[in-house]
Nanobody, 122 residues
Framework: QVQLVESGGGLVQAGGSLRLSCAAS????????MGWFRQAPEKEREFVAG???????HYADSVKGRFTISRDNAKNTVYLQMNSLKPEDTASYYC????????????????WGQGTQVTGSS
């Protein structure tokens, strides 16, 4: 089983960019599908982007064209490049891992990181 640690969050003005990283421990990282989720205060956790072990990707409509998910299996790391940030992107961002393919349901992921805060200011 992998363990996940996110980094890269912060405060950014509307229209700015951030890159989140999720470092995974464990030798089987390359076999996991990885997802990025976010949760704003008093809202449910929602899917943002996912990447399969074959590097197929899927995005929520709200971030399509602005965010890019990628993975570097040699570094056991998955990234979320966030461009053209909006105030409504403000949330805690979590990476998650699961055996199998990308799934939009957070309950289908076995392992979670601790989260990193992203705040977009207007």
């Amino acid at each position: 089983q992998v363990q996940l640690v996110e980094s890269g969050g912060g405060l950014v003005q509307a229209g700015g960019s951030l890159r989140l990283s999720c470092a995974a421990s464990g030798r089987t990282f390359s076999t996991y599908a990885m997802g990025w989720f976010r949760q704003a205060p008093e809202k449910e956790r929602e899917f943002v982007a996912g990447i399969s072990w074959q590097s197929n990707t899927h995005y929520a409509d709200s971030v399509k064209g602005r965010f890019t998910i990628s993975r570097d299996n040699a570094k056991n790391t998955v990234y979320l490049q966030m461009n053209s940030l909006k105030p409504e992107d403000t949330a805690s961002y979590y990476c998650a891992a699961r055996v199998g393919g990308i799934n939009l349901n957070a309950k289908m992921y076995d392992t979670w990181g601790q989260g990193t805060q992203v705040t977009g200011s207007s």
